[in-house]
Nanobody, 123 residues
Framework: QVQLVESGGGLVQAGGSLRLSCAAS????????EAWFRQAPGKERQFVAA???????YYTDSVKGRFTISSDNARNTVYLQMNSLKPEDTLIYYC?????????????????WGQGTQVTVSS
């Protein structure tokens, strides 16, 4: 079993930055992809960014140039550096893991999820 724990959310002014962390514990996999999704209560989940074991990355268009996903394999932690934050980035952010290396944007392919961390950007 795998446990994912997010941290780093909070309140920030528009134009500011936050760094989210997702620490993984439990089983390890030879091939995997970790991703960040975000969601507003009652709304559809949105893909944000993904990184696989080969450090290939993929971003949704709305965050390209502002967000950076990275991983520290020694710490089993994935990060999401978020710069130039906008009020519309105000959502709950979830990290997720799937046991294959494809950079999928489909949340249904991810079998492990964290509990979420709130990001609030004030205007």
């Amino acid at each position: 079993q795998v446990q994912l724990v997010e941290s780093g959310g909070g309140l920030v002014q528009a134009g500011g930055s936050l760094r989210l962390s997702c620490a993984a514990s439990g089983r390890t996999f030879a091939f995997y992809t970790e991703a960040w999704f975000r969601q507003a209560p009652g709304k559809e989940r949105q893909f944000v960014a993904a990184i696989n074991g080969n450090s290939r990355t993929y971003y949704t268009d709305s965050v390209k140039g502002r967000f950076t996903i990275s991983s520290d394999n020694a710490r089993n932690t994935v990060y999401l550096q978020m710069n130039s934050l906008k009020p519309e980035d105000t959502l709950i952010y979830y990290c997720a893991l799937k046991t294959a290396s494809g950079l999928s944007t489909d949340g249904e392919e991810y079998g492990y999820w964290g509990q979420g961390t709130q990001v609030t950007v004030s205007s």
